[in-house]
């Protein structure tokens, strides 16, 4: 069964940075493209960061773009979401997901979601 884990979520300040990492067990992603959404509370899901099986394509929503950084680490099986100048918006559990359709954005849906991180931005 695949199993994705999302790691690194946690309390920061504003203006700080954290890392969030997505692995995958039994299955290799080389070939899936990858994305982070994030859902707050009292929200709509939405997605954050995608990033093509080859890596080179990603895409960011506007209201993390500059900030967020989004890369994979094949020889690790796993994804990164590196967050910068974080903002109480930010706060949300956010999910990896992986999809077949490896472009970025992808042609299809998303096959298999992890169980998701708490990101909590408060001063």
């Known amino acids: 069964q695949v199993q994705l884990v999302e790691s690194g979520g946690g309390l920061v300040q504003p203006g700080g940075s954290l890392r969030l990492s997505c692995a995958a067990a039994v299955l290799t992603l080389d070939t899936y493209a990858i994305g982070w959404f994030r859902q707050a509370p009292g929200k709509e899901r939405e997605g954050v960061s995608c990033?093509?099986?080859?890596?080179?394509?990603?895409y960011y929503a506007d209201s993390v773009k500059g900030r967020f950084t989004i890369s994979r680490e094949y020889a690790k099986n796993t994804v990164y979401l590196r967050m910068n100048s974080l903002k109480p918006e930010d706060t949300a559990v956010y999910y990896c997901?992986?999809?077949?359709?490896?472009?970025?954005?992808?042609?299809?849906?998303?096959?298999?979601w992890g169980q998701g991180t708490q990101v909590t931005v408060s001063s």
């Open positions: 990033i093509s099986s080859s890596a080179g394509s990603t």
């Open positions: 997901a992986i999809t077949k359709w490896g472009t970025c954005p992808p042609r299809g849906p998303f096959d298999y």
